[in-house]
């Protein structure tokens, strides 16, 4: 009889017989009865109540977790592997720890995610799968987006707020999870995670970082515009400011300023850094450009950035 009830858990299991005998407890009495008339384990004093427990946790506790995610573990790479013990290890100590899974798409995030999550509901535990689109939000067991999940304004700004009551169930089960993944995070608006990081820090009464969750994202940055892709865009589009002979000033943060002669060893070193130990690292080099419009300017981008080069000069022609 006790199989009736959907549980998927350790801690739901541990008390599968509690409900049972509750139930058969309450049948009993309807015609006079009761358990301990019977040949039957008596109701411990402290037994759960189900109606207790907000069904917004009871559905999280009922997730189903396939054996294949179970079995796993013996299946991630060393690099996998290290990821999940260095994860999980902060769980099981009750830390707090912001992890961020990269990696392209097809080298196993999603198995990780997996992986840890049904190392965690096995335990009995709750974690909080989530991502930044509905296609990403179907790969993973019981997830949801986070603007839904955590009730994140979708016209976010700066300034914005998760609307979800500390008193309401919602905050309850956000109280209790050992942790929360957030895939594809990426391609969320950053005001997206400091809404989020305010919320854990209101519900959970924690001024850490995300309210000392453990908080889990992943995804590919190669996939994200990058900032000057963005900038090009807002010119495109005629939001960026234009000076009145068509020019535009290009942003601190993206642009190095012209101090004299010195600011062009200044470049050099901010795409060559330690240029003199990799005269031979042909990664190093393909990695880096600096690009130029006059055939001057790039002439005297090399001989200085030749010059930095260890070793003497020779002259082959």
Known sequence: MAEDYQTTNNVVGSN???????DLNELLNLHGKKIEDYDLPSLPPNKIDRDAIPSIIQEELVIDISNEDIESVAKLNNYQMIAFKTIM???VQKHIGVFFVDGLGGTGKTFIYRTIMASLRSRGEIVLATASSGIAAILLPGDRTAHSRFKIPIDIQPSSFCVIQKQKDLANLIRVVAAIIWDEAPMANKNCLEALDRLLQD????NAPFGGKVLIMGGDFIQ??????EFLIRIGDGVEPTKPDDTVRLPLHIAIPWEGEHSIQVLIQHIFPNLELHGWDAPYMVQRA??????DDVQKLNDMTIDQFPGEEHNLL
Do not use: E, G, W
Request: glycine share 0%; hydrophobic share 60%.
């Open 203 to 206: 519900i959970c009464s924690n």
């Open 224 to 229: 994200v515009l990058l900032v000057f892709a």
């Open 290 to 295: 600096i690009l130029t419009p006059t055939n």
């Open 16 to 22: 599968l017989t509690n409900m049972l005998l509750k």
């Open 89 to 91: 290890n902060v769980i």
